[in-house]
């Protein structure tokens, strides 16, 4: 989901400020809310000079591993005031990875959610059970039995968009990834 949030919005009657149309839109004090679940576009038809628009960027988790380790969260980013033009913006809002169907295959990545020059990996796949390494990704998936973790923050970003998975502890799978914390 990425969710952008437009501070000041312009109304007949009201003070000036940034308006836009698309996704799902809902208020929230000063700002009104565009929440976008899939591919879709942010039609910007107001942009004052020195308005400035916050968003999260959050894409598609990974899935999880056969008799393994569990897919990685999507990568995470959060972008405050930041300056917009006027015109139309693609958002693009990466799907879930879908998990192993057998123990050779691991979990498959999530897919990138991408607004503007802000890009979020996919989570990793988790391992399974022939197939045992985690993948990396926004955060990375867990690996199955004692193989690697899936490293997060894949590609690099700054701020970090994930963490790394959790070990693996004997015949178990390790613990994904998260946007806030390493797995375990």
Not at 58 to 84: K, M
């Amino acid at each position: 989901m990425n969710t952008l949030g437009l501070r000041n919005p312009g109304f007949v009657g009201a003070r000036r400020g940034i308006f836009a149309t698309g996704g799902v839109e809902s208020r929230s004090g000063d700002f009104i809310i565009h929440t976008f679940n899939g591919l879709g576009t942010l039609d910007v038809q107001s942009a004052p000079s020195g308005e400035t628009i916050d968003f999260l960027v959050v894409a598609g988790g990974g899935g999880g591993g056969r008799w393994g380790g569990g897919g990685g969260a999507g990568g995470f980013r959060s972008f405050s005031t930041q300056s917009i033009t006027t015109g139309t913006f693609t958002v693009t809002v990466g799907a879930g990875g879908a998990g192993s169907t057998a123990e050779a295959l691991k979990g498959n990545n999530g897919n990138d959610s991408i607004f503007s020059s802000a890009t979020s990996s996919g989570g990793g796949g988790g391992g399974s059970d022939a197939n045992n390494a985690g993948a990396n990704g926004g955060s990375g998936g867990g690996p199955a039995q004692t193989s690697s973790i899936g490293t997060g923050n894949t590609p690099a970003t700054v701020p970090s968009q994930g963490n790394n998975a959790g070990i693996a502890g004997g015949a178990s799978g390790g613990g994904r990834g998260g946007a806030s914390t390493v797995g375990s």
